[in-house]
Protein backbone atom coordinates (compact mmCIF):
# COMPACT_ATOMS: atom_id res chain seq x y z
CA UNK A 1 0.00 0.00 0.00
CA UNK A 2 2.81 2.55 1.01
CA UNK A 3 4.41 2.08 -2.21
CA UNK A 4 1.46 1.94 -4.44
CA UNK A 5 0.25 5.11 -3.09
CA UNK A 6 3.49 7.06 -3.28
CA UNK A 7 3.41 5.48 -7.35
CA UNK A 8 0.13 6.84 -7.71
CA UNK A 9 0.92 10.34 -6.62
CA UNK A 10 3.71 10.76 -8.56
CA UNK A 11 2.30 9.16 -11.64
CA UNK A 12 -1.29 11.57 -11.35
CA UNK A 13 1.51 14.54 -10.95
CA UNK A 14 2.99 13.65 -14.17
CA UNK A 15 0.06 12.20 -15.93
CA UNK A 16 -1.71 15.81 -14.98
CA UNK A 17 1.28 17.79 -16.56
CA UNK A 18 1.61 15.51 -19.93
CA UNK A 19 -2.34 15.97 -20.29
CA UNK A 20 -2.21 19.68 -20.19
CA UNK A 21 0.27 19.79 -22.76
CA UNK A 22 3.10 20.36 -20.49
CA UNK A 23 7.00 19.17 -21.09
CA UNK A 24 7.85 16.38 -18.31
CA UNK A 25 10.84 17.51 -18.73
CA UNK A 26 9.68 21.10 -16.71
CA UNK A 27 9.36 19.24 -13.69
CA UNK A 28 12.67 18.28 -13.42
CA UNK A 29 15.03 20.73 -11.85
CA UNK A 30 18.45 20.20 -10.54
CA UNK A 31 18.69 23.56 -8.45
CA UNK A 32 15.82 23.67 -6.88
CA UNK A 33 15.91 19.84 -6.09
CA UNK A 34 19.24 20.58 -4.38
CA UNK A 35 17.99 23.57 -2.79
CA UNK A 36 14.93 21.80 -1.19
CA UNK A 37 16.45 18.69 -0.83
CA UNK A 38 19.75 19.93 0.87
CA UNK A 39 18.41 23.13 2.77
CA UNK A 40 15.40 20.46 4.37
CA UNK A 41 17.95 17.91 5.50
CA UNK A 42 20.49 20.58 7.01
CA UNK A 43 17.86 22.56 8.94
CA UNK A 44 16.34 18.92 10.42
CA UNK A 45 20.27 17.94 11.10
CA UNK A 46 20.65 21.39 13.40
CA UNK A 47 17.56 20.21 15.24
CA UNK A 48 17.74 16.80 15.91
CA UNK A 49 20.51 15.15 17.88
CA UNK A 50 22.19 12.78 15.46
CA UNK A 51 20.84 9.17 17.22
CA UNK A 52 17.31 10.67 16.85
CA UNK A 53 18.01 11.17 12.77
CA UNK A 54 20.06 7.48 13.08
CA UNK A 55 17.00 6.16 14.53
CA UNK A 56 14.47 7.40 12.32
CA UNK A 57 16.21 6.82 8.90
CA UNK A 58 16.92 3.45 10.38
CA UNK A 59 13.19 2.89 10.75
CA UNK A 60 12.59 3.90 7.05
CA UNK A 61 13.87 0.06 5.92
CA UNK A 62 10.93 -0.90 8.24
CA UNK A 63 8.09 1.16 5.99
CA UNK A 64 7.26 -1.23 2.96
CA UNK A 65 7.26 -4.46 4.46
CA UNK A 66 4.88 -6.41 6.74
CA UNK A 67 4.95 -5.59 10.10
CA UNK A 68 7.08 -8.08 11.93
CA UNK A 69 4.90 -8.50 14.96
CA UNK A 70 3.07 -12.04 14.89
CA UNK A 71 0.68 -11.26 17.43
CA UNK A 72 -0.98 -14.95 17.42
CA UNK A 73 2.44 -16.77 17.62
CA UNK A 74 3.22 -14.60 20.15
CA UNK A 75 -0.09 -15.15 22.22
CA UNK A 76 0.17 -19.05 22.07
CA UNK A 77 3.84 -18.67 22.84
CA UNK A 78 3.10 -16.76 25.72
CA UNK A 79 0.66 -19.31 27.21
CA UNK A 80 3.18 -22.46 26.40
CA UNK A 81 4.86 -20.46 28.35
CA UNK A 82 2.39 -20.25 31.34
CA UNK A 83 2.20 -24.23 31.52
CA UNK A 84 5.82 -24.31 31.80
CA UNK A 85 5.99 -21.88 34.83
CA UNK A 86 3.22 -24.01 36.21
CA UNK A 87 5.18 -27.31 35.72
CA UNK A 88 8.64 -26.50 36.54
CA UNK A 89 8.51 -22.67 38.30
CA UNK A 90 9.59 -19.67 36.34
CA UNK A 91 13.49 -20.84 36.20
CA UNK A 92 12.30 -23.20 33.41
CA UNK A 93 11.50 -20.31 31.51
CA UNK A 94 15.20 -19.31 31.63
CA UNK A 95 15.99 -21.02 28.52
CA UNK A 96 13.55 -19.53 26.85
CA UNK A 97 15.58 -15.71 26.95
CA UNK A 98 18.04 -16.44 24.25
CA UNK A 99 15.58 -17.71 21.36
CA UNK A 100 16.38 -16.17 18.03
CA UNK A 101 12.56 -14.78 17.51
CA UNK A 102 12.24 -13.02 20.81
CA UNK A 103 12.01 -9.10 20.69
CA UNK A 104 14.15 -7.23 23.29
CA UNK A 105 10.88 -6.25 25.04
CA UNK A 106 9.98 -9.80 25.09
CA UNK A 107 13.43 -10.94 25.93
CA UNK A 108 13.50 -8.37 28.90
CA UNK A 109 10.03 -9.06 30.43
CA UNK A 110 10.83 -12.57 30.40
CA UNK A 111 14.40 -12.24 32.31
CA UNK A 112 12.55 -10.00 35.07
CA UNK A 113 10.52 -12.88 35.44
CA UNK A 114 12.90 -15.35 35.64
CA UNK A 115 14.59 -13.33 38.01
CA UNK A 116 11.40 -13.72 40.32
CA UNK A 117 10.51 -9.58 40.13
CA UNK A 118 7.08 -9.57 42.14
CA UNK A 119 3.98 -8.94 40.01
CA UNK A 120 3.98 -5.26 40.86
CA UNK A 121 7.24 -4.68 40.34
CA UNK A 122 6.99 -6.40 36.91
CA UNK A 123 4.47 -4.64 35.74
CA UNK A 124 6.07 -0.98 36.82
CA UNK A 125 9.06 -2.32 35.04
CA UNK A 126 7.14 -3.37 31.75
CA UNK A 127 5.09 0.18 32.00
CA UNK A 128 8.26 1.97 32.36
CA UNK A 129 9.77 0.32 29.17
CA UNK A 130 6.12 0.46 27.50
CA UNK A 131 7.03 4.44 27.75
CA UNK A 132 10.19 4.84 27.04
CA UNK A 133 9.88 2.78 23.59
CA UNK A 134 6.48 5.32 22.91
CA UNK A 135 8.58 8.44 23.33
CA UNK A 136 11.29 6.80 21.48
CA UNK A 137 9.27 6.38 18.35
CA UNK A 138 7.31 9.55 18.43
CA UNK A 139 10.75 10.90 18.19
CA UNK A 140 11.19 8.85 15.53
CA UNK A 141 7.79 9.88 13.66
CA UNK A 142 8.97 13.46 14.59
CA UNK A 143 11.94 13.61 12.61
CA UNK A 144 10.15 13.60 9.25
CA UNK A 145 7.32 15.80 10.39
CA UNK A 146 9.58 18.42 11.05
CA UNK A 147 11.94 17.78 7.54
CA UNK A 148 7.02 18.17 6.51
CA UNK A 149 7.12 21.64 8.03
CA UNK A 150 10.28 22.52 6.68
CA UNK A 151 10.17 21.40 3.08
CA UNK A 152 7.69 24.14 1.96
CA UNK A 153 9.28 27.34 3.59
CA UNK A 154 12.65 26.26 1.76
CA UNK A 155 10.67 25.71 -1.58
CA UNK A 156 9.82 29.37 -0.91
CA UNK A 157 13.41 30.13 -0.18
CA UNK A 158 14.29 28.50 -3.52
CA UNK A 159 11.46 30.21 -5.12
CA UNK A 160 12.92 33.57 -4.03
CA UNK A 161 16.29 32.68 -5.18
CA UNK A 162 15.11 32.07 -8.61
CA UNK A 163 13.29 35.47 -8.89
CA UNK A 164 16.32 37.19 -7.70
CA UNK A 165 18.30 35.46 -10.49
CA UNK A 166 15.60 36.50 -12.47
CA UNK A 167 15.27 39.95 -11.78
CA UNK A 168 19.48 40.41 -12.07
CA UNK A 169 18.68 38.95 -15.79
CA UNK A 170 16.12 41.75 -16.84
CA UNK A 171 18.25 42.99 -19.94
CA UNK A 172 19.15 39.10 -21.29
CA UNK A 173 15.80 38.07 -21.65
CA UNK A 174 17.02 34.08 -22.54
CA UNK A 175 17.96 33.99 -18.58
CA UNK A 176 14.42 35.14 -17.67
CA UNK A 177 13.11 31.38 -18.23
CA UNK A 178 15.46 29.51 -15.65
CA UNK A 179 15.22 31.82 -12.61
CA UNK A 180 11.50 31.72 -13.18
CA UNK A 181 11.61 28.13 -13.57
CA UNK A 182 13.80 27.35 -10.59
CA UNK A 183 11.00 29.43 -8.54
CA UNK A 184 8.01 27.93 -9.55
CA UNK A 185 9.70 24.42 -9.44
CA UNK A 186 11.67 25.15 -6.40
CA UNK A 187 7.85 25.62 -4.74
CA UNK A 188 6.51 22.99 -6.41
CA UNK A 189 9.22 20.43 -4.65
CA UNK A 190 8.92 22.02 -1.67
CA UNK A 191 5.06 21.36 -1.77
CA UNK A 192 5.19 18.43 -2.96
CA UNK A 193 8.20 16.73 -0.73
CA UNK A 194 6.03 18.29 2.10
CA UNK A 195 2.63 16.72 1.53
CA UNK A 196 3.33 13.51 -0.77
CA UNK A 197 6.16 12.12 1.19
CA UNK A 198 7.43 13.38 4.11
CA UNK A 199 4.48 13.86 6.07
CA UNK A 200 3.00 10.74 5.09
CA UNK A 201 6.16 8.78 5.96
CA UNK A 202 5.58 10.19 9.57
CA UNK A 203 1.68 9.41 9.83
CA UNK A 204 2.81 5.75 8.44
CA UNK A 205 5.20 5.64 11.23
CA UNK A 206 2.71 6.76 14.06
CA UNK A 207 0.27 4.01 12.62
CA UNK A 208 3.17 1.27 12.31
CA UNK A 209 4.50 2.58 15.87
CA UNK A 210 1.10 2.09 17.27
CA UNK A 211 0.89 -1.81 16.26
CA UNK A 212 3.97 -2.58 17.46
CA UNK A 213 2.99 -0.85 20.78
CA UNK A 214 -0.10 -2.87 20.81
CA UNK A 215 2.51 -5.93 20.23
CA UNK A 216 4.61 -4.62 23.06
CA UNK A 217 1.16 -4.43 25.66
CA UNK A 218 -0.35 -7.99 24.44
CA UNK A 219 3.42 -9.36 25.98
CA UNK A 220 3.22 -7.51 28.91
CA UNK A 221 -0.01 -8.78 29.86
CA UNK A 222 0.76 -12.25 29.13
CA UNK A 223 4.01 -11.77 31.31
CA UNK A 224 2.39 -10.66 34.49
CA UNK A 225 -0.46 -13.07 34.00
CA UNK A 226 2.61 -15.58 34.42
CA UNK A 227 3.88 -13.72 37.06
CA UNK A 228 0.89 -14.07 38.68
CA UNK A 229 0.17 -17.18 38.48
CA UNK A 230 -3.19 -17.04 36.63
CA UNK A 231 -5.22 -20.21 34.46
CA UNK A 232 -4.50 -20.65 30.70
CA UNK A 233 -8.20 -20.15 30.66
CA UNK A 234 -7.55 -16.58 32.01
CA UNK A 235 -4.82 -15.66 30.03
CA UNK A 236 -5.95 -16.76 27.34
CA UNK A 237 -9.16 -14.41 27.66
CA UNK A 238 -6.82 -12.18 28.39
CA UNK A 239 -4.49 -12.16 25.20
CA UNK A 240 -7.73 -12.68 22.95
CA UNK A 241 -8.12 -9.04 22.34
CA UNK A 242 -5.24 -8.59 20.76
CA UNK A 243 -5.07 -11.86 18.99
CA UNK A 244 -7.10 -10.51 15.90
CA UNK A 245 -5.24 -7.63 15.29
CA UNK A 246 -4.97 -6.75 11.62
CA UNK A 247 -1.52 -5.65 10.69
Same mark, same amino acid.
Given at each position: ??????? *??? *?? *?????????????????????????????? /??? @? $??? &? =??? #???? #?????????????????? %??? @??? %??? !??????????? #????? !??????????? &?????????????????? @??????? #????? +???????????????????????????? =???? %???????????? /?????????????????? +??????? @???????????? *???? !? +??????????? =???? $?????
Amino acid at each position: MALTGLV *LAL *LC *LTLAQWWHGGSLAGLLDGPALLIVCGGTLG /AVM @L $QTP &W =LQC #KAAL #KALTTLFGRPPWPFQEQA %SRL @LHW %SHE !ARQGGFLALES #KIEHH !ALDRFTRQGLQ &WLVDGTEPAALEQLLDNE @LDRIEEQ #KELEA +RVFEAMGGYSPTIGIIGAVLGLIQAMSN =LDEP %SQLGTGIAVAFV /ATLYGVGLANLLLLPLAN +RLRAMYR @LELRYRELTAIG *LLAI !A +RGDSSLSISRQ =LAQY $QGQRQ
